[in-house]
């Protein structure tokens, strides 16, 4: 099995800045990506960015330019760093892992998930 931990979620004034972190562990094989996605109080979860292996990067309209994701491959660990937070950014954040095991490739796994609040 496969657990993904998030922490660094917490209550912060609009403009200001967290960093959340997710580590996986378990019995992974290989890391094929990894992501947030968030969950606002009365609103679907939706996407916020993830990495693959290789690096590559994708975010959200709403955050391109004020979050940014990063991988320590070592310790299987994704960061997303967020700046100048917005009210609108409040909702619980969700760790995601698209994570091959020796017997399964390619199965989703989620954290339980951290909760950010953007509040003066």
Not at 54 to 70: E, H, L, M, P, Q
Not at 72 to 90: G, H, I, R, W
Request: aromatic fraction near 12%.
């Amino acid at each position: 099995q496969v657990q993904l931990v998030e922490s660094g979620g917490g209550l912060v004034q609009p403009g200001g800045s967290l960093r959340l972190s997710c580590s996986a562990s378990g019995s992974i094989f290989n890391i094929n990506a990894m992501g947030w996605y968030r969950q606002a109080p009365g609103w679907q979860r939706e996407w916020v960015a993830h990495m693959t292996t290789g690096g590559s990067t994708n975010y959200a309209d709403s955050v391109k330019g004020r979050f940014t994701i990063s991988r320590d491959n070592a310790k299987n660990t994704v960061y997303l760093q967020m700046n100048s937070l917005k009210p609108e950014d409040t909702a619980v954040y969700y760790c995601w892992g698209d994570i091959s095991t020796p017997n399964y490739e390619g199965m989703n796994y989620w954290g339980k998930g951290t909760l950010v609040t953007v509040s003066s």
